[in-house]
């Protein structure tokens, strides 16, 4: 198996490329702050998570690296909030982004509690 192949991969992928989208509509003199932020942030959960899989070997290391994900994700909701509070994004936008990323953290808090199924062989924290 491949890291694309995983669920939480996929998930997080597909709403860091939404983020990027919506985000493209931001005014300029967010380039620097809100809208880079936010969309690093999104583009983590996924490198991070990547990592994570591949030190798969390493218990430690692959906690570690899903924390992070678990982190990155938690800051790319801060990041949303503000956006909808600045009016950037409405409503249901800011709603559906959220649930995507909540769906997201369960995804890894998922593979936080189920290492094995992630070919992790020592199940100590």
């Given at each position: 198996?491949?890291?694309?192949?995983?669920l939480a991969y996929q998930?997080?992928?597909?709403?860091?490329?939404k983020i990027f989208e919506i985000s493209?509509?931001?005014?300029?003199?967010e380039k620097y702050?809100?809208?880079d932020q936010v969309r690093r942030a999104s583009r983590s959960v996924c490198a991070n998570m990547?990592?994570?899989?591949?030190?798969?070997?390493?218990?430690?290391?692959f906690y570690s690296k899903l924390t992070d994900c678990d982190a990155e994700n938690s800051e790319?909701?801060?990041w949303l909030t503000f956006c909808f509070s600045c009016n950037y994004v409405t409503e249901q936008t800011f709603n559906e982004l959220m649930a995507e990323s909540i769906?997201?953290?369960?995804?890894?808090?998922?593979?936080i509690l189920n290492p094995a199924r992630f070919g992790v062989k020592d199940s100590e924290h």
């Amino acid at each position: 198996m491949k890291f694309q192949d995983l669920l939480a991969y996929q998930k997080a992928f597909a709403l860091s490329m939404k983020i990027f989208e919506i985000s493209k509509s931001f005014p300029p003199e967010e380039k620097y702050s809100l809208t880079d932020q936010v969309r690093r942030a999104s583009r983590s959960v996924c490198a991070n998570m990547a990592e994570a899989y591949r030190k798969r070997v390493f218990p430690k290391h692959f906690y570690s690296k899903l924390t992070d994900c678990d982190a990155e994700n938690s800051e790319t909701q801060v990041w949303l909030t503000f956006c909808f509070s600045c009016n950037y994004v409405t409503e249901q936008t800011f709603n559906e982004l959220m649930a995507e990323s909540i769906e997201v953290g369960k995804l890894i808090n998922y593979m936080i509690l189920n290492p094995a199924r992630f070919g992790v062989k020592d199940s100590e924290h």
